[in-house]
């Protein structure tokens, strides 16, 4: 059974290393209590390269026992149950990004039972305005604690580079210069580019230019300071840009202690 509507789609930036208490992940925590409070859906996204809050450099390592990478947890729901969340990434997060944004979704259900509670949280979609599906702060306060930024979004080719380095790896580095508040670069399994190419991880079809999504959150005046470089250095690929809400976590020691 398909489904259509609006939603909110909440993505919560992390460091793989994070915990929530002594030892469980915070990536994982999250999911768990998505699910336990009946939330749509919930995905974990594993970046290789990037920068956390702090602009410290996260990237896969050969020499280190532990490695700390960027991590998005992404979950989707009506707005009213992302707001009611929000309390929750609030106490599992010490130090990270968080956004909200309007997602326009087509749901899919095989099981009819599940499918009326899933209908009554979308509503018919229409000409919608950027951020007008979000909670609203007038009855979850802990919007407040937000504010209103842009997400980048970096489309380009693993073998892509600038001046004899990774292409993104130059623009995360860049990003940081700039003091950007933080990056992920994800790994794609398949795509394509502008000239159609199939790249793929199969062993059949194994690519050296696997497709590689480079995400940036920041206000919307970092994110022009950063432009005119990547209309520099970026000779082949696709540049989104979105309107996000964004939550900026901080160490807390006395939450990391509790």
Do not use: C
């Amino acid at each position: 059974m398909k489904l259509e509507g609006e939603q909110t789609l909440l993505r919560v930036h992390l460091r793989s290393t994070d915990k929530y208490g002594m030892w469980r992940s915070a990536a994982d925590t999250l999911v768990e209590r998505a699910r336990a409070q009946g939330l749509a859906g919930a995905t974990v996204l594993r970046g290789f390269f990037g920068m956390d809050v702090n602009g410290a450099l996260l990237q896969e390592g050969a020499w280190s026992l532990v490695e700390r990478r960027p991590v998005i947890v992404e979950i989707v729901d009506e707005p009213r149950a992302i707001g009611q969340f929000l309390e929750t990434v609030k106490e599992i997060v010490s130090e990270g990004l968080a956004t909200v944004e309007r997602g326009h979704v087509l749901l899919y259900r095989s099981n009819k039972e599940s499918s009326p509670r899933s209908a009554g949280n979308l509503q018919v979609p229409g000409p919608v305005a950027s951020l007008s599906t979000i909670p609203l702060p007038e009855e979850f306060p802990i919007m407040n604690a937000g504010e209103t930024g842009q997400l980048a979004r970096i489309f380009i080719g693993e073998s892509d580079v600038h001046e004899g380095q990774p292409l993104y790896r130059v623009i995360v580095l860049k990003a940081r210069e700039l003091g950007l508040a933080g990056a992920t670069v994800l790994r794609g399994a398949m795509g394509f580019g502008a000239n159609s190419k199939m790249h793929t991880t199969r062993l059949l079809e194994l690519s050296t230019d696997l497709p590689i999504l480079i995400e940036i959150v920041d206000s919307a005046e970092k994110i022009a300071l950063l432009l005119p470089f990547l209309d520099e250095v970026v000779a082949e690929g696709l540049i989104t840009i979105e309107s996000v809400h964004v939550f900026r976590y901080r160490h807390n020691a006395a939450k990391q202690r509790a």
